[in-house]
């Protein structure tokens, strides 16, 4: 079957990193998304790996290694808005995205 | 990125009555839209995938008689909420990608909060 593995909820300081990992295994592999979801709202699209290795776009860095079914998300300079749930979702064979249940991040002052 | 516009926000009404929501890309052609539920500190269900022209493919235990989806156009896809229960209550999102078979970004739309009393 078809499963993603994340923490639940993860707590980092404002001006720390955090990194959120992600394990997954899915029936086939066409890349990797990472999604921010504050609540009560919509996705919003934060990375995309379909290759090995570290993808960085300023605070928001993403790594990949597909012979593990392994991700993170690393966040640097962690800001107030960040508290959000983060959301790792592989694209299977057929091109759709599986989800998981998300982490949520808290960040304290 | 591109835009994708749902509507409504949020809508409240009465158990047995019909809602409709609507999901439009405003900058660029949807070949696929897709419909997502979410309940409270849940991971995003897919509902159905749409593709213009044709009819939904629904995802196992989904109602396609409950849950109408129409794509009648590149822009546009509505689903169609009928004889609504309280627990249809839930976030509804949609998600248009540009391309078919590639691995494009998903566009989400704002969502939409159902309440159904």
């Known amino acids: 079957g078809q499963n993603i593995d994340q923490p639940t909820e993860m707590t980092a300081t404002e001006g720390a990193i955090v990194q959120i990992n992600c394990t997954y295994q899915t029936s086939g592999f066409n890349g990797l998304f990472w999604y921010q979801q504050h609540a009560g709202e919509a996705p919003t699209f934060l990375s995309y790996n379909v290759l090995d290795g570290l993808e960085e776009k300023g605070r928001f860095s993403s790594f990949l290694s597909r012979s593990k079914g392994y991700s993170y998300l690393l966040l640097k300079e962690l800001q107030m808005k960040d508290s959000a749930s983060y959301l790792c979702a592989p694209m299977d064979s057929n091109y759709q995205l599986i989800w998981g249940a998300g982490t949520k991040l808290i960040i304290k002052p | 990125g591109a835009v994708v516009s749902q509507h409504p926000s949020w809508v409240i009404c009465k158990s047995g009555t019909s809602v409709k929501i609507e999901c439009r890309s405003l900058d660029f052609q949807a070949t696929t839209m897709f419909w997502y539920r979410q309940f409270p500190k849940q991971s995003l269900m897919l509902m159905a995938t749409s593709n213009e022209g044709s009819k939904a493919t629904y995802e196992q235990g989904v109602e396609k008689d409950k849950f109408l989806i129409n794509h009648a156009s590149l822009t546009l896809s509505t689903l169609t909420v009928t004889s609504a229960h309280p627990e249809d209550s839930s976030f509804y999102i949609c998600?248009?990608?540009?391309?078919?078979?590639?691995?494009?970004?998903?566009?989400f739309g704002q969502g939409t909060r159902l309440t159904v009393v």
């Open positions: 998600s248009a990608r540009t391309g078919f078979g590639d691995a494009t970004e998903a566009f």
